[in-house]
T-cell receptor, first 113, second 112 residues
Framework: AQTVTQSQPEMSVQEAETVTLSCTYD???????LFWYKQPPSRQMILVIR??????QNATENRFSVNFQKAAKSFSLKISDSQLGDAAMYFC??????????FGKGTRLHILP | GAGVSQSPRYKVAKRGQDVALRCDPI?????LFWYQQALGQGPEFLTY????????KSGLPSDRFFAERPEGSVSTLKIQRTQQEDSAVYLC??????????FGDGTRLSIL
């Protein structure tokens, strides 16, 4: 069965600095998608970034970028120039196209002013 | 509104009562998913619909949980004879075929 592991329950970063959130996953499939979701206290799950496994190029969205290592089954999220609004729970997630999403347990990110 | 709409936003029920949670997906989205998110945890899959067909209900924790989507649009998650361990946030998501899922704000269910 596919699993997603986030080993950092909480992290803190100074405003304007860079932070990296770690994620590893396990699957026997070769074609799949990986995601990072942000969940603020409002509870809405917001898609931050999406990576297709068959694409070697790492996805980027403005200040957010990933380091996708397919062989190592690693998928980390880098947030550059951290802002107070980035404070939230971040979930790493996996799915195979239109299928259900499998989420990690999350990392709570604190931004220090 | 263009997003996924869930109601109620909060629900408090006494142990043993039945509850019904509603999800209005984005118009035109074929796929609809329900997830359960316990406090401090990541969401866990409950069930999946494609149009009105329930294609996967492997995540429903017991036969007290029942979901339906009779006309392929609005979906209802029903929990019978609620227990304290049912307390959680219930998230609904919808998607076009093979496209990213869009999530609603969830319903926070508290069982006293």
């Amino acid at each position: 069965a596919q699993t997603v592991t986030q080993s950092q329950p909480e992290m803190s970063v100074q405003e304007a600095e860079t932070v990296t959130l770690s994620c590893t996953y396990d699957t026997s499939e070769s074609d799949y998608y990986l995601f990072w979701y942000k969940q603020p206290p409002s509870r809405q799950m917001i898609l931050v970034i999406r990576q297709e496994a068959y694409k070697q190029q790492n996805a980027t969205e403005n200040r957010f970028s990933v380091n996708f290592q397919k062989a190592a089954k690693s998928f980390s999220l880098k947030i550059s120039d951290s802002q107070l609004g980035d404070a939230a729970m971040y979930f790493c997630a996996y799915n195979e196209g239109g299928d259900k999403i499998i989420f990690g347990k999350g990392t709570r990110l604190h931004i220090l002013p | 509104g263009a997003g996924v709409s869930q109601s109620p936003r909060y629900k408090v029920a006494k142990r043993g009562q039945d509850v019904a949670l509603r999800c209005d997906p984005i118009s035109g989205h074929v796929s609809l998913f329900w997830y359960q998110q316990a406090l401090g945890q990541g969401p866990e899959f409950l069930t999946y619909f494609q149009n009105e067909a329930q294609l996967d209900k492997s995540g429903l924790p017991s036969d007290r949980f029942f979901a339906e989507r009779p006309e392929g649009s609005v979906s209802t998650l029903k929990i019978q004879r609620t227990q304290q361990e049912d307390s959680a946030v219930y998230l609904c998501a919808s998607a076009k075929t093979n496209q990213p899922q869009h999530f609603g704000d969830g319903t926070r269910l508290s069982i006293l």
